[in-house]
Each structure stands twice: as C-alpha cells, then as structure tokens.
C-alpha cells in the first residue's frame, strides 16, 4: 500500500479495506478484491481502493480491469507521490499484461515527466522498448539512464546486453553482462547470454573489463608490472545447463522460486492457470502461454519443441523468447533460455 498518511475511513468500509490488505499480503486476490469492492461500493471517491484493487487484479492476470481502476484511481487526485506509483503500474499492465507497449511507453513518459530520477521507470521503458517496439538502439538510452540513477540493478545490465546483442555489438554486450555477473555471479541467464555473444564474436577468452566503456572512459586495463601475464576469465555454461542429461527438463524460474521439472509426458501446457501442467507463477505470464510437445528422433533420442499460445492455438499475450528471439515455436536444445516475461524463464536441459 502506499504511504498516503492519511486513512480517511471508519466503521465498516475500514474494516473492509484493512482485510483487502490482508488478503493480498495472503495471497488471496480473488478475497482482496471483493474487500476492495465493498469499500468502493461506499466510498467511489477513496483512490487507495482503486488503486489496490488494481495491484490485486494485476496478480490476478485481469489486466485491462486493472488498467481501469487505476484510471479510476487517478480521477480522485492521489498525491504527487502516488500519481507516479500509478501510471508506473499502468505501464506495467499495458506492456507486460497485454502487450500494449505503444500505450506502456505513454505511461513510463508520464511518469518520467513527474519524476526523472525513478530508475525503474527506465528499466521499464527500455523494455518496452527492446522488446515490445524492437528499438535497441534507443533503449539503450533509457537503459543508461536507469544505471546512472541505479548502477546496482543486475537485470538492467543484462537487458543492455540484450540490446547491444540485438545490434550485434557483442563486445559491449559482454561488458554489460560482465557488470551484471558482478551484481549477480550465480545468475544463469547472464552467464547463458555472455557465453552466447562470445561465441558469436568468436572470443572463448577475454581480460575481465576493468573500466566499462559506459562510464564514459573507455575500456581499459589495470598496468602490467614487466613480464607479467594479463589474467584472463574464461566463462562457460553452469555445469548443469553444460552436461548432457539422459531425461530433458526444465529449470524453471519464476517470481516465488527455481524448480526443475522431469519432461516424460507427450506434451506439456505452460502458463499461470493453475490447470498447467507446468504452472507459472507471475502475473506476467499468460494464463495458457505455452505447449511442450515430445519429439522423438530417428536415433531413439527425445527432444521437446516449445509453441507459443495455447493447445487451441490461441497465442499469448507478450509471446516467447528463445535466447532472446521472438519466436512462435521451435525445437529446443541444451542450454536454451525460454523467456516468458519478467521473472519468470526457464533453461530447457537435454
């Protein structure tokens, strides 16, 4: 909830707004949601509500309801504060709900206009724009922008590599995903992204960067004492994307937690309905966004290619990414990252 520091409620419609509260720190959106309600049934004018009903609508995957309440939201004057709190979740429901990324951009810029120095708006904007808009090279601008105000954000990093990648700068995407496996060493995805631009520059080893170029100094290296050896970091694959597997599986990774899943069946659906039999929990994530079908090939090995969109063909909203290309379906090899939305990928393994 946001800091209004006022709570101009009482009796009953307070109650019902404090349990809304509740339900959501639960877990229970569809609970919190009927509180909002009740609340707003009272009081239209009370914006919290609105506002909070859309966050619980947002989790709920019921994106152009939460789009409206938070236009609803906006109608009753929140403060300064909260109007930017509101347009940046507006955004977020516009570009990572319904894949409205013309619209998302519209927001990101309102909120931008009232407060420059928020540096998750230009990590969202530089995603719209990367990835919804296909523009890298202007991304790239908001993308330094959210670093200058945040240096320490590991995924802002590594969507710059992303970009750079995408206008096949592969140099400079290793110097981002380099800063960005300083913020997160563990982090497969950086590690997968870095070994892939590597091989598309034709490098297996480089001096680790010790000036990055985005700072404006150039690349550089520490001074060499005479006769000493520059070291050298060679980066592969994590050993269990690396190491062929007898079963494929999935290692998942979404907003509550990494899982592996064994893939034995013929097919597999993949979304945040919980009827998957892959469930994804993100609200980012459509809610049948995926199919898993078993191939098996002429040698007698078992692969798996991955659809976007559900078993009736009904495609997702904001799509799949196949180590970071847009893709409607493919077949799947060892170490590829499928990116579903924000937090929420997996690493298929063979």
């Not at 409205?100 to 990101?108: E, F, P």
């Not at 590991?154 to 981002?176: C, H, M, Q, Y």
């Not at 993949?270 to 002429?298: M, T, W």
């Not at 040698?299 to 799949?320: A, F, H, R």
């Amino acid at each position: 909830m946001l800091d209004t520091g006022r709570v101009p409620l009482t009796g009953q419609s307070l109650t019902w707004f404090r349990q809304g509260l509740d339900c959501v720190a639960a877990g229970d959106f569809d609970k919190a949601v009927a509180q909002f309600n009740q609340v707003i049934r009272v009081r239209a004018d009370y914006w919290e509500a609105w506002y909070e009903r859309g966050l619980a609508l947002e989790e709920l995957g019921c994106f152009s309801e939460a789009i409206r309440s938070y236009e609803q939201a906006l109608t009753y004057e929140p403060s300064s504060d909260a109007r930017v709190e509101i347009w940046l979740h507006r955004g977020n429901a516009f570009q990572y709900g319904l894949g409205d990324y013309s619209s998302a951009l519209a927001c990101y810029d309102r909120v931008i206009q009232q407060r420059p120095t928020y540096a998750l708006a230009w990590h969202h904007r530089g995603n719209a724009l990367l990835y919804g808009s296909k523009k890298p090279e202007v991304a790239l601008s908001s993308y330094q922008a959210a670093l200058d105000l945040d240096p320490n954000n590991a995924v802002t990093w590594r969507n710059r590599g992303n970009a750079w990648v995408e206008l096949k700068d592969f140099p400079k995407a290793i110097e981002s995903y380099d800063f960005a496996l300083r913020l997160h060493p563990d982090d497969p995805l950086t590690r997968q992204a870095r070994t892939l631009a590597v091989q598309q520059c034709g490098l297996t080893m480089r001096p680790l960067t010790t000036k990055p170029v985005w700072y404006g100094e150039g690349y550089t290296e520490d001074t060499l004492a005479d006769g000493e050896e520059p070291a050298f970091e060679e980066y592969s694959l994590p050993s269990y994307l690396s190491v062929p597997s007898l079963n494929p599986r999935l290692i998942v990774e979404d907003e509550q937690g990494e899982w592996e899943v064994p893939l034995t069946q013929d097919y597999y659906t993949i979304g945040r309905d919980l009827k998957n039999e892959i469930c994804l929990r993100s609200q980012y994530a459509s809610r049948f966004h995926a199919v898993l079908h078993r191939v098996e090939q002429p040698n007698g090995q078992v692969n798996y290619q991955i659809t976007d969109g559900s078993l009736e063909g009904k495609p997702s909203t904001n799509g799949i990414l196949v180590n970071s290309r847009r893709i409607s379906g493919a077949h799947l090899q060892n170490g590829d990252t499928i990116i579903f939305g924000p937090k929420t990928r997996a690493i298929y393994r063979a």
